[in-house]
């Protein structure tokens, strides 16, 4: 219990000082601290309320117009999509970013992005076609699985 108790003190000091922090970066604007804020409630809340009852959605769909064969890797191949599209939004979309950085911001985003996604989907087709040409082979017109020991 103890150690509970420390452990909310802790937190809540963390708390404090990360709120300090941000009314010292703010420079006492009132308008920063509530577009700050908006920034910070608004990417959970568009997450729980619209990305993961679609990606939900989505999932169950796939799973069941695709049958179990091919359920597997699009749904693989589906998060390894949003994960990457998550992580490249940053540097595909800089409105009201800082400066250009040397080294990393030199590339072509859009097209690495589309090549990585290219991959990402290469790869579901080729581990869809070898587990139909699997499924194939095991369930065999005559019933018997090459398995069976009868």
Do not use: F, K, Q, Y
């Not at 009201?96 to 040397?102: A, R, T």
Request: hydrophobic letters at 55%; aromatic letters at 4%.
């Amino acid at each position: 219990m103890i150690a509970r108790v420390l452990l909310a003190v802790l937190g809540l000091a963390a708390l404090a000082w990360g709120a300090w922090c941000v009314l010292e970066l703010a420079g006492g604007s009132v308008s920063t601290v509530v577009e700050l804020v908006a920034w910070l409630v608004g990417g959970p809340v568009l997450h729980d309320v619209v990305l993961a009852p679609v990606a939900g959605g989505l999932g169950w769909l796939l799973a069941h117009r695709l049958g179990p064969v091919w359920a597997t890797p699009v749904r693989a191949g589906a998060t390894a999509t949003g994960v990457l599209v998550l992580l490249a939004v940053p540097l595909l979309w800089r409105l009201h970013s800082g400066p250009v950085n040397p080294g990393l911001h030199d590339r072509d985003h859009p097209l690495g992005v589309a090549l990585a996604l290219a991959v990402v989907w290469l790869l579901v087709l080729l581990a869809g076609l070898v587990r139909t040409a699997r499924h194939r082979r095991r369930h065999r017109p005559g019933g018997l699985s090459p398995r069976s020991p009868c």
